[in-house]
């Protein structure tokens, strides 16, 4: 068994659902801690985030990742049990196998060869490592990237360990991700039965102009590097569950996913134009879960995409696509340059989540061909 597959399921038989470490964050500080790190156990809330640190000056090049996973689902569905990893066929099975203990596994690795063939290497090497990325994210990476604001402690480049690839290992690269506004709107009508719609205001058919035009504003074209802002309504509730009462108000949930060519301000400013539009009652939360950020090129970019050549033999694009991940509170308080490079995202937060044998050896030689382009 290879040291990455051991690591790995070592990792993944831990139980660490969201946001429990339960213990990961010390089999990676200890096995850190012996090839030089210096180890600082963060703990915020209920939180636990680990920040280690090897070198001395130079460039500091920071690996960044998540111990937490999302939970199994209905275990009977598993081919095999979620905690208990396993290998068949060349397929490593278990939950967090591809997000992301695969990649720390890998980054653990890739440092130690590092290291031990470039003792005197010209930089400093770091994790940050939370187990809260898939829950809240309100006590983890970004707790962190405060204190090291706090500490004067600057971070130049950092890699996230984030399932990026989609068809194969490392075809992808992701050097931004967009940004996420989100909405609840309740918009109020009066209550009443519903023969007599006179006596009652119809929130439900107050709302509908507005969706619509919220559904059909063209909020930007989008750019090079980001596809056009999308508007997506994800939820709607009214009604008492009586097909014969008109209700006093609805409530909608909705989400913006949304480029650099506008902010959340612009983005809340318009919506608000055109339910004032309408002249409606209504109120309105909003929470940005974080604005878009891009790694447009540079020295990171460049050694990624050369390590991959050179490990792979294939020539990887950059992609802006998916989700929200925790660069969105690296690049801003730290000022980084970042990346997103991990195993395939097909399986992730599924029954059977899984990854490649293979896949795990050959990340842990780009993450050592990485280090190697930029320390050396």
Known sequence: MSDVLELAKDLIQIDSVTPNDNGCQTIIANRLEK?????????FGQVDNLWAMQGNNGKVF?????TDVVPVGDVKSWHTNPFNPEVKEGILYGRGAADMKGSLAAMVIATERFIKDFPQHKGKIGFLITSDEEGPAIDGTIKVAHYLKDKGQNVDYCLVGEPSSVNELADFVKNGRRGSLNARLK?????GHIAYPHLAKNPIHLSLPALNDLCNELWDEGNDYFPATSFQISNINAGVGATNVIPE???IDFNFRYSTQVTAEELKTRTLNILNKYNLNYKIDWHNSGNPFLTSSGKLIKSCLEAIKSVKNINAELSTSGGTSDGR???????SELVELGHLNA?????NECVKVKDLEDLTDIYYQILKKILV
Do not use: C, R, S
């Open 35 to 43: 090839i030089g790190f210096n180890i600082n156990h963060l703990k």
């Open 62 to 66: 920071v690996f960044a990742g998540h």
């Open 187 to 191: 918009i109020i009508g009066k209550q």
């Open 249 to 251: 108000d609805i409530e």
């Open 329 to 335: 509170f690296i690049v801003p308080i730290l000022n």
């Open 347 to 351: 399986t992730i937060h599924q029954v």
